[in-house]
């Protein structure tokens, strides 16, 4: 039978644990209350939801959070300076700056300009050469939000063919990294795909787990995959359907159903446990920031 992996329950008892170790170890020392930046360039109505939504889950788990939006047009120079702020201001604990940016700025000095301390979206090198060498850092939520789903519905990745479709630095990168460690969870044998990899499905066929983070709706059918497979539908694709935007996944939800083993919805899968693992991130700034 069919299992989904329901990423709003989950994140919903992550965000419960947390509020407990804040209370327990913040609150009841008499510490001061994890605080989280967020620098937001222009208005992107994506970046503002997902801004918002980072917000009200701060609210929601008792973590501060700081917005700082600037607008579109302002130069690479401010947004340095505003990150230089974020990094000096030691009531903040941890901090990310929403991407994309806009096309005059350089995102990888932005990416470089972040303390690694307080780099809680686990994008700076510093942090994800860490993690490519098994050492403690903060790794990019995404990722930490999948194999976290992976380890509590105790789904065992050892061993397993896990094809990862997609390699940004954000997601697919990353996962194919923890997916592979020599760690728990992790032991895992990953082939990586991308758009120059011909005949994908000669690959998905093979996988007992397929891990989607393309941007393409409905890409992963029926037929490109194993019996009781598992899957995992990064993708976040806003469509119409009649005359309403939905979202929808990398994945022919539908379609696959019947043939897997476990999968993620979209919306209510990965999304939240992104979200949450965000914060979790925070928390662990917040312990380090003495
Ligand atoms: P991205 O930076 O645009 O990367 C897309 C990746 O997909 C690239 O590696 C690209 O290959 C590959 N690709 C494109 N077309 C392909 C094809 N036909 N066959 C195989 N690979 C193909 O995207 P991203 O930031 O990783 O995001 C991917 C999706 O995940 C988006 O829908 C995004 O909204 C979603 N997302 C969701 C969450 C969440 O929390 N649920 C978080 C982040 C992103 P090349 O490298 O060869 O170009």
């Not at 476990?262 to 662990?284: A, F, H």
Request: glycine residues 8%; hydrophobic residues 40%.
């Amino acid at each position: 039978m069919t299992k989904l992996l329901d990423g709003n329950q989950l994140a919903l008892k992550i965000r419960e644990e947390i509020s407990k170790e804040i209370e327990e170890k913040i609150i009841n020392k008499k510490r001061r209350i994890p605080h989280l930046g967020i620098i937001l360039m222009g208005n992107n109505d994506s970046s503002i939801t997902y801004v918002n939504s980072k917000i009200k889950e701060c609210k929601k788990t008792g973590i501060k959070s700081t917005l700082i939006h600037l607008s579109s047009s302002i130069s690479e120079n401010i947004l340095l300076k505003e990150i230089k702020k974020m990094n000096l201001n030691p009531l903040i604990d941890g901090f990310i700056v929403q991407l994309p940016l806009g096309k005059h700025i350089n995102q990888e000095k932005i990416i470089l300009s972040i303390d690694p301390k307080k780099d809680v979206d686990g994008f700076h090198p510093e942090n994800f050469g860490k993690m490519a060498l098994g050492m403690k850092s903060f790794f990019p939520a995404t990722a930490l939000g999948i194999i976290t789903m992976l380890e509590r519905n105790k789904i065992d990745i050892s061993g397993k063919h896990s094809v990862i479709i997609g390699r940004s630095r954000i997601v697919g990168t990353p996962i194919s990294i923890l997916m592979s460690r020599k760690a728990y969870p992790g032991n895992s044998t990953v082939t990586i795909t991308h758009s120059k990899t011909p005949n994908i499905e000669s690959f998905t066929k093979q996988a007992d787990i397929i891990i989607v983070a393309i941007g393409i709706p409905k890409f992963i059918k029926s037929n490109m995959i194993k019996k009781g497979s598992i899957i995992i539908d990064v993708g976040i694709n806003n469509i119409k359907n009649n005359n309403k935007n939905i979202l929808i996944g990398d994945v022919d939800f539908h379609n696959v159903y019947e043939k897997v083993s476990y999968i993620t919805p979209v919306p209510g899968g990965v999304g939240p446990m992104t979200r949450i693992m965000l914060l979790k991130n925070t928390l662990k700034a917040a312990l380090k920031n003495k």
